[in-house]
């Protein structure tokens, strides 16, 4: 049985209002780097950039973060060099945000080099959080039971959140 928690439409709300939040919290900055988790987080990432690129002169760099999330201490990879995110300001995207530890050991790697500025995004938060970590920028807060499974499904003209 699934729940519909977010409608396409409601996705694109919420999308384009973390675009106007995360402009206002890096508007002095010139270039910023949204790094998505990859699969769902970069697609996530890729929407929340074309936003910021049509409400905003900053330039955006996209990077697409692998993570074992199954084992999370694997190596992690990105799709640009680390060179290119040194010394810039950069928000870590995921689609879903429950037990943290996926965004944590994110977090983690990108400490590695310094930034500017950093701040983490997500559709959804499930406030279920086994890690201190928190999205700076959500879509929907959700409490929900350990039990429910909470899916994102991003398709052309039909991208929908539902609890199951």
Do not use: W
Not at 1 to 29: A, C, P, S, W
Not at 77 to 98: F, R
């Amino acid at each position: 049985m699934q729940n519909i928690i977010l409608t396409h439409q409601e996705i694109q709300h919420k999308i384009r209002r973390i675009g106007y939040q995360i402009f206002e919290t890096f508007v002095d900055e010139k270039e910023i780097i949204i790094a998505g988790i990859s699969k769902s987080g970069y697609i996530l990432a890729e929407k929340i950039a074309a936003e910021l690129k049509k409400i905003s002169d900053l330039n955006v760099i996209l990077c697409e973060v692998h993570i074992n999330k199954q084992n999370p201490q694997d190596e992690i990879t990105t799709s640009i060099s680390s060179d290119e995110y040194q010394n810039k300001a950069l928000i870590l995207v995921d689609d879903v945000l429950s037990s943290g530890t996926t965004l944590i050991y994110g977090v983690k790697h990108f400490l590695e080099v310094p930034l500017t500025k950093f701040k983490t995004a997500v559709l959804v938060d499930r406030n279920h959080k086994k890690y201190p970590v928190k999205a700076d920028f959500k879509g929907i807060s959700l409490s929900t039971s350990l039990q429910e499974h909470i899916q994102v499904v991003f398709e052309e003209n039909n991208s929908y959140v539902y609890l199951s």
